[in-house]
């Protein structure tokens, strides 16, 4: 559990007394916002905790956090499962964005928002049940590690957790990966494959994507999923699988189904239980810990900066944040590079991506230019950027989404996108 008793500087026994008061403030704001026992059993707070101490109790499995006060703040890993903590009393909003995210270490969810606190308390009573999670939220929000957490919590965490990208896959292929095949079943499957459900056995399989499936797929995914049994390529004999199945879309599959592109029954099949996350824009109060978060996890070294500004935070708060969770990671490798050698993360050294900016800002200033007396083409070409870059931001940035949604193929998406380009309708770099 949580100890806020702080533990002794020279010693394992009981602290001093006002010892354990020195950091009182800290903890009294950060550990209810820790989410459940999940989260409190494995974390171990300690006042300058000696290093022996916290080896041990990172070796009993748990995250041990080291507490200190200091002028200079840092945030820094100090070996596997302990993480040093020093931090400016005077600037406690810091300190408890830095202690939110050491005690996410692990691979656990980072939240400080109160809509991502009340996401997570659901999905821990969702995680203690068996029944099918739809996941539905705009690209890079943290779908999987959502997934991942209701795995870690169900009674299916001692099973393996597969994940697989229905989007990335090609459909000749997806089939056998998904379900498995025979030796023989088709040329070049020199030797038998379980695939993904089978390997998944006794455990969570992980859908991404799921609103990529092909349409010829679906309906085995249904039965998959309605019998418990799989059937592989070239084999003549179903085969029983026991198998959570947690899915993750960008699509809102309600429409999806309208538009004849996704099977009405395997919604309400994997339906069960939807869980939306929302947009990192719409839950600011996750982004100060997602930083600390990304710092921790890439400038572990000495030498590297080991804080964020109180400049570089509201920097980053102010941001739209267009490709949530993982623009938020490029902005804060980006700058542990340009901080270099400093100690902290400045505002200076923020660099936003340059990725299609909303419609408002990129398209109608170029529209504008050309209001004027313009030809017919002139007239098409705008009124079909336009149409273009709401149907990219509808979908997320999702090419193949915005492509099929278009009615054109991926390449002359791409082609459109690099005309519009040209055009000065995109800022260079961006999403073409």
């Given at each position: 559990?949580?100890?806020?008793?702080?533990?002794?500087?020279?010693?394992?026994?009981?602290?001093?007394?006002?010892?354990?008061?020195?950091?009182?403030?800290?903890?009294?704001?950060?550990?209810?916002?820790?989410?459940?026992?999940?989260?409190?059993?494995?974390?171990?707070?300690?006042?300058?905790?000696?290093?022996?101490?916290?080896?041990?109790?990172?070796?009993?499995?748990?995250?041990?956090?080291?507490?200190?006060?200091?002028?200079?703040?840092?945030?820094?890993?100090?070996?596997?499962?302990?993480?040093?903590?020093?931090?400016?009393?005077?600037?406690?909003?810091?300190?408890?964005?830095?202690?939110?995210?050491?005690?996410?270490?692990?691979?656990?969810?980072?939240?400080?928002?109160?809509?991502?606190?009340?996401?997570?308390?659901?999905?821990?009573?969702?995680?203690?049940?068996?029944?099918?999670?739809?996941?539905?939220?705009?690209?890079?929000?943290?779908?999987?590690?959502?997934?991942?957490?209701?795995?870690?919590?169900?009674?299916?965490?001692?099973?393996?957790?597969v994940a697989v990208n229905c989007a990335a896959m090609p459909e000749a292929m997806l089939e056998a990966?998904?379900?498995?095949?025979?030796?023989?079943?088709?040329?070049?499957?020199?030797?038998?494959?379980?695939?993904?459900?089978?390997?998944?056995?006794?455990?969570?399989?992980?859908?991404?994507?799921?609103?990529?499936?092909?349409?010829?797929?679906?309906?085995?995914?249904?039965?998959?999923?309605?019998?418990?049994?799989?059937?592989?390529?070239?084999?003549?004999?179903?085969?029983?699988?026991?198998?959570?199945?947690?899915?993750?879309?960008?699509?809102?599959?309600?429409?999806e189904v309208e538009a004849g592109r996704f099977r009405e029954d395997l919604l309400y099949r994997l339906?069960?239980?939807?869980?939306?996350?929302?947009?990192?824009?719409?839950?600011?109060?996750?982004?100060?810990?997602?930083?600390?978060?990304?710092?921790?996890?890439?400038?572990?070294?000495?030498?590297?900066?080991g804080w964020l500004s109180a400049e570089a935070l509201a920097a980053l708060e102010a941001h739209a944040?267009?490709?949530?969770?993982?623009?938020?990671?490029?902005?804060?490798?980006?700058?542990?590079?340009?901080?270099?050698?400093?100690?902290?993360?400045?505002?200076?050294?923020?660099?936003?991506?340059?990725?299609?900016?909303?419609?408002?800002?990129?398209?109608?200033?170029?529209?504008?230019?050309?209001?004027?007396?313009?030809?017919?083409?002139?007239?098409?070409?705008?009124?079909?950027?336009?149409?273009?870059?709401?149907?990219?931001?509808?979908?997320?940035?999702?090419?193949?989404?915005?492509?099929?949604?278009?009615?054109?193929?991926?390449?002359?998406?791409?082609?459109?996108?690099?005309?519009?380009?040209?055009?000065?309708?995109?800022?260079?770099?961006?999403?073409?």
């Amino acid at each position: 559990m949580i100890r806020p008793a702080i533990a002794s500087r020279d010693s394992a026994a009981a602290p001093a007394d006002g010892e354990s008061a020195l950091h009182d403030i800290l903890i009294g704001m950060t550990v209810p916002l820790m989410g459940g026992s999940w989260q409190r059993d494995r974390i171990v707070l300690g006042d300058a905790m000696p290093p022996a101490m916290a080896a041990g109790i990172a070796r009993g499995g748990k995250v041990a956090i080291s507490l200190a006060h200091a002028s200079a703040p840092v945030l820094a890993m100090a070996g596997e499962g302990r993480i040093a903590l020093a931090y400016d009393p005077a600037h406690i909003n810091e300190a408890r964005a830095a202690l939110i995210a050491a005690s996410a270490q692990g691979g656990w969810p980072v939240a400080g928002d109160p809509q991502s606190l009340a996401l997570l308390t659901l999905a821990e009573r969702i995680a203690a049940s068996n029944i099918p999670v739809l996941l539905e939220g705009p690209t890079g929000t943290g779908k999987e590690v959502l997934a991942r957490f209701v795995h870690r919590l169900s009674a299916r965490a001692g099973g393996p957790f597969v994940a697989v990208n229905c989007a990335a896959m090609p459909e000749a292929m997806l089939e056998a990966l998904l379900f498995g095949h025979r030796k023989g079943a088709f040329t070049g499957a020199a030797e038998a494959g379980e695939g993904l459900f089978r390997a998944a056995d006794g455990g969570t399989l992980l859908l991404d994507e799921v609103g990529e499936l092909p349409l010829a797929l679906q309906s085995k995914m249904l039965r998959a999923l309605q019998e418990g049994e799989v059937l592989p390529l070239g084999a003549t004999r179903p085969l029983k699988v026991d198998v959570r199945v947690v899915a993750a879309t960008n699509r809102h599959l309600a429409d999806e189904v309208e538009a004849g592109r996704f099977r009405e029954d395997l919604l309400y099949r994997l339906n069960v239980f939807p869980l939306a996350l929302p947009a990192l824009r719409d839950r600011p109060g996750d982004i100060a810990p997602l930083a600390f978060a990304m710092l921790l996890r890439h400038a572990p070294a000495p030498g590297q900066p080991g804080w964020l500004s109180a400049e570089a935070l509201a920097a980053l708060e102010a941001h739209a944040w267009p490709g949530n969770v993982r623009e938020l990671e490029n902005v804060i490798r980006r700058a542990i590079l340009l901080a270099g050698n400093a100690a902290a993360i400045a505002a200076e050294h923020i660099v936003f991506d340059t990725a299609v900016r909303p419609v408002a800002e990129t398209v109608a200033p170029a529209l504008t230019r050309i209001t004027a007396p313009r030809s017919l083409s002139d007239v098409a070409f705008a009124s079909e950027a336009r149409a273009i870059l709401d149907t990219l931001a509808s979908h997320g940035g999702n090419r193949a989404a915005t492509a099929r949604s278009l009615g054109i193929s991926e390449r002359t998406l791409r082609y459109r996108l690099a005309s519009m380009r040209g055009a000065g309708l995109i800022a260079a770099g961006g999403a073409a």
